[in-house]
């Protein structure tokens, strides 16, 4: 059986959670060298973090969003005045610790060694502050997009708690997280959930070496949360299931000549949920999504690629249809510790 269109008014604008943003820096080295003094010939800087990421990929492809985000200290105004220069649309919540930079170090031949702080912490009083004004905000928007790793003195509940106010508000919720918070609002029911190969195979509990292992996978945690489960993997491509309608997609990398891998997941997230939002059919989000995937890690670090881009590889994916099938078995293990980006 395959799915219905997606009800969603053309423009309908996300609301993108960031709740641990950062400024992200790459350092440009001649070399990488253990045990001795390395030079750092430049740096560059610009805004980061998994929702952050998201919100400005969506800019990028014409679809409204608003970003939504705790900043703290000299790093989080820095953020907030790159946000600012970029026009994305931002509700600023303070906390009182500055925000977050996470260290890129890129060799001439493209290797890279990323470090990405997990100290910052919000209090109790403002994660209540934040949870507030993340329910003020849902009045305002007809989806919600909660990317990225939580900082700590937040519960492991916290997603699993937005997506209830969110769903119970009527919107469509997409989540992007792994280990513990993943776990916890796979229960809440997310509209859409994308883990990547790696993160899946943690939830499932068993190694996945294969498309197939992938699509099994991906099923059973469709069946969890009754919803869509997109799965990226690389240079594999990205899987698309919805178990209860049996209707699952492939779709494999366009090649390109690869500068960059960081934030191409976030690049294929935003591009679906564009699409969604837009009221696209499922294998639309597919080829968009893995399009502009691409498209992004042929550009440097930070740096987002011409909208005239981005169509040209869009243009080359292939979308192909599965079999659907019935989950065949569930986790067996808990999940793994959550991501730092």
Not at 27 to 35: K, L, N
Not at 39 to 55: F, I, Q, T, Y
Not at 185 to 209: D, S, T
Request: charged residues 20%.
């Amino acid at each position: 059986m395959m799915p219905p269109r997606v009800p969603a008014g053309h423009g309908a604008r996300a609301l993108v959670v960031a709740l641990n943003p950062s400024i992200d820096a790459e350092w440009r080295v001649a070399r990488v060298r253990w045990e001795e003094k390395n030079e750092v010939l430049s740096e560059r800087r610009w805004p980061g973090g998994k929702g952050v990421n998201v919100a400005r990929w969506l800019r990028r492809l014409s679809h409204p969003a608003t970003l939504l985000l705790p900043l703290g200290g000299a790093t989080g105004r820095e953020l907030a005045r790159q946000l600012r220069e970029e026009t994305l649309p931002a509700r600023v919540l303070p906390v009182r610790q500055s925000t977050r930079v996470n260290i890129i170090v890129t060799q001439p031949a493209g290797h890279q060694l990323r470090f990405n702080p997990v100290w910052q912490r919000l209090t109790p009083g403002e994660w209540r502050s934040v949870l507030a004004g993340i329910t003020r905000a849902l009045g305002h928007a007809k989806c919600l997009v909660l990317s990225g790793s939580i900082p700590r003195g937040i519960p492991a509940t916290a997603y699993a708690q937005i997506i209830r106010r969110a769903r119970s508000a009527g919107l469509q919720c997409i989540l992007d997280c792994d280990g513990a918070p993943f776990a916890a609002a796979v229960a809440a029911r997310p509209f859409l959930v994308k883990p990547n190969q790696h993160e899946l195979a943690q939830w499932i509990g068993r190694p996945l070496g294969s498309t197939k292992a992938v699509l099994e996978a991906a099923r059973v945690l469709s069946a969890a949360t009754r919803g869509w489960v997109l799965v990226s993997r690389g240079a594999a491509g990205a899987v698309l299931v919805h178990a209860a309608n049996r209707a699952a997609w492939v779709a494999r990398a366009v090649p390109t000549t690869v500068l960059n891998t960081v934030g191409a997941g976030d690049a294929l997230l935003a591009a679906v949920v564009g699409k969604l939002t837009a009221g696209a059919l499922p294998e639309d989000w597919l080829r968009w999504g893995v399009g502009t995937g691409c498209a992004a890690t042929a550009c440097p670090a930070g740096r987002l690629p011409r909208r005239s881009q981005i169509e040209r590889v869009v243009a080359r994916v292939h979308v192909r249809a599965v079999r659907g099938g019935r989950p065949i078995a569930g986790p067996r293990a808990a999940a793994g510790p959550n991501n730092a980006s």
